[in-house]
């Protein structure tokens, strides 16, 4: 079986310009996440989708930050306009229902902006 | 909020040795969930163990190990018998009731033949 696919592996940019990133979970998972991981800091939670909606967006910066999970299935996260400082690993993880405990990451997109 | 305290930027240990690694957090909650996240160069998040607050006893996964002092709020993961490919970034995190998980900054360990 498949883990959770994301892609591209890695993104460069420069600022000012859009990116978007494609998450695929694992199949029949229902709840999938979008975290930030900055150099050298852990991951931090921007969007948490159950099914297609999204029911914790509290910290997605909204003015430059969106997202989708249209069918329930696949999700994009998008920048536009990027900025340095979005410059991290963006890494997607889904979960069946809301057990964390069991919870599957994906490898990650790493956007660098210049 | 719920803060996660990793002291140790980067550790070593040799292969076959024993290792510890740190870590506290800060909570005035009861019930909660810690976990011990491995990510090697690839970039994926790996779980490597978790701990439930209510349970006393120390979660054991083969080499790896934890030791959980809920009134220290500490929660430190042995790894035993090291071997290469441990060797990656070493995430503790913690989870209240809600779904959302608060990771520390993280721990380098380097294995040395």
Known sequence: ?114 | AQTVTQSQPEMSVQEAETVTLSCTYDTSESDYYLFWYKQPPSRQMILVIRQEAYKQQNATENRFSVNFQKAAKSFSLKISDSQLGDAAMYFCAYKNSGYALNFGKGTSLLVTP
């Not at chain 1, 199949?27 to 991981?37: A, D, E, I, K, P």
């Open chain 1, 1 to 114: 079986e498949a883990g959770v696919v994301q892609s591209p592996r890695y993104k460069i940019i420069e600022k000012k310009q859009p990116v978007a990133f494609w998450c695929n979970p694992i199949s029949g998972h229902n709840t999938l996440y979008w975290y930030r991981q900055n150099l050298g800091q852990g991951p931090e939670l921007l969007i948490r989708y159950e099914n297609e909606e999204a029911v914790d967006d509290s910290q997605l910066p909204k003015d430059r930050f969106s997202a989708e999970r249209l069918k329930g299935v696949d999700s994009t996260l998008k920048i536009q306009p990027a900025e340095l400082g979005d410059s991290a690993v963006y890494l997607c993880a889904s979960s069946l229902g809301t057990e964390v405990e069991k919870l599957f990451f994906g490898s990650g997109t790493q956007l660098s902006v210049l």
